[in-house]
């Protein structure tokens, strides 16, 4: 992992050891200790260990009293949980967002799904999801409503770990877009929302 700057601090912290959970860089089970961290990222150890206690409630790290913090383990039942959740979200994102949609919004969609195309095509699972990432956070970021972002801020780093691993199709993903996207363009709603719904059933399918 990089070393951090240290006016970045706690946010960062917790942005890149989770970033390296969700790559796999610290593999599912793997002990974490906060002395190694702080070293590896050229921190003091209190903003390693308050990015610690916060992916612990995110799901991601789990703690042992007197004994070991470690990876979590990949749980079907807790990433089809985190996917439920998500795709709640990203329904009310699509429903809120459709009608407020700029062309502009929904250009910015489609270069994302070109991006996110080119990536699945050559394997470059980082890049895709990124694109991927950034086409739904249009209508995260034009819904407007801070709780729907956080709390997909918040779980899909348990459904992306997953994924990840089980990358594939990113042809049908990739359609799903185009869907999506035309539905926007026509400021279909019930459209958007449902291809949406198809979108995160895909990956609750997934955890299974």
Known sequence: ME???RTLLRETAHAVIRD??????LAPGSVVRDADLAEELGLSRSPVRDALARL?????IGTKPQSHTRVTPLASR?????????RAMH?????TAVPLLRDEDC??????????AAAAGTGDVDEALRADDEL???LVRVCGNRAVAATIERYTPLIRRLERIRFSDGHRSAELHTRLIAAC??????AATEVTTEIWRELEDLAD
Do not use: K, Q
């Not at 390296?20 to 860089?25: K, L, M, P, Q, S």
């Not at 807790?78 to 998500?86: F, K, M, S």
């Open 3 to 5: 070393r951090v700057r």
């Open 20 to 25: 390296a959970i969700v790559r796999g860089d």
């Open 56 to 60: 612990a409630d995110e799901g991601l």
């Open 78 to 86: 807790e990433v089809r949980d985190a996917t439920a959740v998500v």
């Open 91 to 95: 329904e009310l994102a699509a429903r």
């Open 107 to 116: 250009e910015a969609m489609a270069a994302a799904n070109d991006r996110f």
């Open 136 to 138: 739904h956070d249009v």
């Open 185 to 190: 363009r026509a400021r279909d709603t019930d």
